[in-house]
């Protein structure tokens, strides 16, 4: 595809959506602040971004508006098929320096993958980059979440055999826990509560907050990460919480959920 820069090509290299109901984690606690992270307005149906590189070998980020587009391109390529992933010039929003996500691949023969100079997209920010992995803070703590999520058999067999790190009595637990009931009273902000399906009639729930992030399955158990717990799992098992399925459930009522 074309970049809206300098009319030069860009290599795509993989795509993500930016929705109310999937957007990286990584980004915000909730679609309107992934959004702000890049600049672009919270509304429509969201945004899927196209990253790759330029004929230099610079790093770029392309906002387009056609979410149908990319999550096509996404649902091939994760079939093993290949799909030429082409926007439309007329549906870029935004074109970003850098990457906010950390990729592991290349284009092949042009140069290797760098960030272009600060304000060469004309905005006169920063490249994107991906956060560090050196410290534990808000980030870390979405995608501890977002890893519990894809591994949840694991995690609950974890729980299920040690107990993990229960800790109904810990207070940040507490204030986690009901600040997600409130969610369900008052409605956050879009992306805040996120279902996706689970099997068997179950729902994999990521609720994030201030401070705090929950990943739990309708009908079963939840785990909570907290900004002041650096890197500890605490456990809200089923059997030591009997208000959990009720909350998860009226949860799952007010969560998005992928079209």
Same mark, same amino acid.
Request: charged share 25%; with cysteine.
């Given at each position: 595809m074309s970049d809206d820069e300098g009319g030069g090509s860009l290599y795509v290299l993989t795509a993500v959506l930016l929705t109310p109901a999937q957007f990286p984690s990584i980004l915000g606690d909730d679609f309107p602040e992934a959004c702000s992270l890049l600049g672009v307005p919270p509304g429509g149906d969201g945004y899927g971004l196209v990253l @790759?590189?330029?004929? %230099? @070998?610079?790093?770029?980020? &392309?906002v387009v508006d056609d979410v149908s587009l990319v999550a096509t391109a996404i649902a091939s390529w994760d079939c093993g098929?290949?799909?030429?992933? +082409? /926007?439309?010039? *007329? +549906?870029? &929003?935004v074109s970003l320096a850098g990457w906010p996500l950390e990729l592991s691949v290349a284009a092949a023969g042009i140069p290797e /993958?760098?960030? /272009? %100079?600060? @304000?060469?997209? @004309?905005t006169g920010r920063v490249p994107l980059a991906p956060p560090s992995a050196e410290a534990w803070g808000p980030v870390q703590r979405r995608m501890g979440a977002d890893q519990i999520a894809r591994e949840w058999s694991d995690w609950r %067999? *974890?729980?299920a055999t040690d107990g993990g790190a229960a800790a109904?009595?810990?207070p940040g637990l507490a204030r986690a826990l009901e600040e997600a009931l409130e969610y369900t009273r008052t409605p956050p902000p879009p992306g805040r509560v996120r279902s996706s399906f689970a099997g068997e009639g179950a729902r994999t729930l990521r609720v994030d907050g201030p401070g705090w992030s929950l990943v739990g399955r309708t009908g079963d158990a939840a785990f909570v990460l907290l900004d002041e717990e650096p890197s500890e799992v605490l456990a809200v098992p089923r059997e030591g919480d009997p208000g959990l399925p009720e909350l998860l459930t009226a949860l799952d009522r007010v969560a998005v959920r992928p079209a």
């Amino acid at each position: 595809m074309s970049d809206d820069e300098g009319g030069g090509s860009l290599y795509v290299l993989t795509a993500v959506l930016l929705t109310p109901a999937q957007f990286p984690s990584i980004l915000g606690d909730d679609f309107p602040e992934a959004c702000s992270l890049l600049g672009v307005p919270p509304g429509g149906d969201g945004y899927g971004l196209v990253l @790759g590189q330029d004929e %230099e @070998g610079a790093r770029w980020t &392309v906002v387009v508006d056609d979410v149908s587009l990319v999550a096509t391109a996404i649902a091939s390529w994760d079939c093993g098929m290949e799909y030429d992933l +082409s /926007p439309d010039e *007329r +549906s870029i &929003v935004v074109s970003l320096a850098g990457w906010p996500l950390e990729l592991s691949v290349a284009a092949a023969g042009i140069p290797e /993958p760098h960030d /272009p %100079e600060q @304000g060469a997209d @004309g905005t006169g920010r920063v490249p994107l980059a991906p956060p560090s992995a050196e410290a534990w803070g808000p980030v870390q703590r979405r995608m501890g979440a977002d890893q519990i999520a894809r591994e949840w058999s694991d995690w609950r %067999e *974890r729980e299920a055999t040690d107990g993990g790190a229960a800790a109904a009595a810990h207070p940040g637990l507490a204030r986690a826990l009901e600040e997600a009931l409130e969610y369900t009273r008052t409605p956050p902000p879009p992306g805040r509560v996120r279902s996706s399906f689970a099997g068997e009639g179950a729902r994999t729930l990521r609720v994030d907050g201030p401070g705090w992030s929950l990943v739990g399955r309708t009908g079963d158990a939840a785990f909570v990460l907290l900004d002041e717990e650096p890197s500890e799992v605490l456990a809200v098992p089923r059997e030591g919480d009997p208000g959990l399925p009720e909350l998860l459930t009226a949860l799952d009522r007010v969560a998005v959920r992928p079209a």
